[in-house]
T-cell receptor, first 113, second 115 residues
Framework: DQQVKQNSPSLSVQEGRISILNCDYTNSMFDYFLWYKKYPAEGPTFLISISSIKDKNEDGRFTVFLNKSAKHLSLHIVPSQPGDSAVYFCAARMNTGFQKLVFGTGTRLLVSP | NAGVTQTPKFQVLKTGQSMTLQCAQDMNHEYMSWYRQDPGMGLRLIHYSVGAGITDQGEVPNGYNVSRSTTEDFPLRLLSAAPSQTSVYFC??????????????FGPGTRLTVT
């Protein structure tokens, strides 16, 4: 049972345009959402997060939007750069003691010059 | 700071062999965890630890053991390797419960193949 879903395995955009990566979740108990970025042969690195009590969080070129009623979040990258080409994982935190993270399957973003 | 380090980077095992994947962090983080990444499955939690001497099972613990005798080290042991354990393994650490434990720092991974 995939509680966090990233339905697009890949996305291609041109440099300078907007990249929009989507994530859906099913569990209402998630209280925090995160995006991680992963380059080949490296571990994931934390990118940006949002609390379930907010609907938007911005950090430079990266903005995450949360729609709780739709159980949907998205990551916007504006403007996209070739160095943004990576796999992006959406993750959700269950606030139960250890605060486990549940990860989506990832979306591979390719930004072409 | 080296961050989170993992050894080895690559390993090939025969079915039935045992081995230990090493993980160490130098950030004095309380929480450490092990994930595996398989195609189309995202990262799945194997075992985790909230402090030295305390470990617990994650989502996919079968076939793996862990221990946490120090804050810095969190080795993952494969007891009797099976082809289903072919995967990329990531170790992660994070600050404790009161301090942004959700921002996990990952090691570079160990790619394991079991034949």
């Amino acid at each position: 049972d995939q509680q966090v879903k990233q339905n697009s395995p890949s996305l291609s955009v041109q440099e300078g345009r907007i990249s929009i990566l989507n994530c859906d979740y099913t569990n209402s108990m998630f209280d925090y959402f995160l995006w991680y970025k992963k380059y080949p042969a490296e571990g994931p690195t934390f990118l940006i997060s949002i609390s379930s009590i907010k609907d938007k969080n911005e950090d430079g070129r990266f903005t995450v939007f949360l729609n709780k009623s739709a159980k949907h979040l998205s990551l916007h990258i504006v403007p996209s750069q070739p160095g943004d080409s990576a796999v992006y994982f959406c993750a959700a935190r269950m606030n139960t003691g250890f605060q486990k993270l549940v990860f989506g399957t990832g979306t591979r973003l390719l930004v072409s010059p | 700071n080296a961050g989170v380090t993992q050894t080895p980077k690559f390993q090939v095992l025969k079915t039935g062999q045992s081995m230990t994947l090493q993980c160490a962090q130098d950030m004095n983080h309380e929480y450490m965890s092990w994930y595996r990444q398989d195609p189309g499955m995202g990262l799945r939690l194997i075992h985790y630890s909230v402090g030295a001497g305390i470990t617990d099972q994650g989502e996919v613990p079968n076939g793996y053991n862990v221990s946490r005798s120090t804050t810095e080290d969190f080795p993952l042991r494969l007891l009797s390797a099976a082809p289903s354990q072919t995967s990329v393994y990531f170790c992660a650490s994070s600050l404790g419960v009161a301090r942004r434990s959700y921002e996990q720092y990952f090691g570079p991974g160990t790619r394991l193949t079991v034949t």
